[in-house]
């Protein structure tokens, strides 16, 4: 059986034959069909954050699958797997097969395609999280996103338009500019200076981090607010008190680790949009064998959308 495993902190996952998991009563033994490439994937695999499996270990913190063996699940069922430290604290989804505990694993609709259901649950229930809950947007407000073609900042606009709200996306090079979601007014980062001259926005929802994070809560209006969802372009910013406090713009983070019973609660309705195609999820598809290649391309900005490893 082919698992993507990370032998080293801060190397590329190797892909090899690992032992079939035997099933055990209690747990689900599950057929994975797509598993999910993501920047927290990167972010353990780099040995610094707070969570961390014993090495060698399986990567992926999500992945769509099948049911094979289960005392409480029909074999058969299709299934979200994400939680209970998979990935995390234990080997996770980048294998053919997996026994995982029954909390990681949440039923989903047979006719919701593996890659989409590997790869929904962040970006739309992030989306959501970060403008109802934390922005609380309200219908009519000018909204600026950033990373607009990525999976989270695409949700993001969709959302707020479906919420009644004027959205400019901004992405980081003008050739994405016709991956823009639909009813979107697109800007590339380079002309987005001109937001900072009228600061019409009442919220930017930012998902890019990094130095220029404070920048761009200068294309807020005062009283407005800036949701702060990633740090693409770094994990580290400096702010002058003086001037923020004189700016006046909120920065509000979106600490999704706290909010997962929250994005459970959402999950099922943002599903049935995504069928109905109210919502759409962008996924680049990768065979497991191009996984390092994958994941560079995710880490420096390439992926249009989510990305998935399959084991076909």
């Not at 994400?82 to 995982?100: A, K, Q």
């Not at 590339?188 to 404070?214: C, F, I, K, P």
């Not at 607010?225 to 001037?243: E, N, Q």
């Not at 065979?287 to 998935?308: F, H, N, T």
Request: aromatic share 4%.
């Amino acid at each position: 059986m082919r698992a993507a495993r990370f032998h080293e902190w801060g190397a590329s996952p190797v892909v090899e034959d690992v032992p079939e998991p035997a099933y055990e009563p209690g747990r689900v033994l599950v057929e994975v069909r797509a598993a999910a490439l993501s920047h927290l994937d990167l972010t353990v695999s780099g040995g610094s954050f707070g969570m961390r499996p014993p090495l060698p270990y399986v990567g992926g913190v999500e992945a769509g699958g099948v049911v094979l063996a289960s005392d409480t699940l029909e074999p058969g069922t299709h299934v979200l797997l994400r939680g209970g430290g998979l990935g995390l604290l234990r080997d996770g989804c980048w294998s053919e097969r997996v026994c995982v505990s029954r909390k990681a694993v949440t039923p989903v609709p047979a006719d919701l395609p593996a890659d989409v259901a590997a790869s929904f649950f962040v970006p739309t229930t992030t989306a959501y999280v970060a403008l109802h809950d934390v922005a609380r947007l309200e219908p009519g407000e000018e909204v600026v996103v950033t990373g607009a073609t990525g999976a989270v900042g695409s949700m993001v606009a969709q959302l707020a338009l479906h919420a009644g709200a004027t959205v400019t996306g901004i992405v980081a090079r003008p050739e994405l500019l016709d991956q823009v979601p639909e009813g979107v007014r697109g800007m590339s980062l380079d002309d987005a200076a001109e937001l900072a001259e009228g600061r019409s926005a009442s919220l930017l929802v930012d998902t890019l981090g990094g130095d220029g994070l404070v920048g761009r809560t200068r294309w807020v209006r005062p009283g407005g607010r800036a949701v702060v969802i990633g740090y693409v372009l770094g994990a580290s910013v400096t702010v002058d008190l003086p001037s923020w406090l004189l700016d006046d713009v909120a920065l509000l983070p979106v600490n999704m680790v706290r909010q997962e019973r929250r994005a459970h609660e959402v999950a099922p309705r943002l599903m049935e949009r995504l069928l109905a195609g109210e919502l759409r999820l962008n996924v680049e598809r990768f065979d497991v064998s191009e996984i390092a290649q994958a994941l560079k391309l995710l880490r420096d900005g390439r992926v249009r959308g989510r990305a998935v490893v399959t084991f076909a």
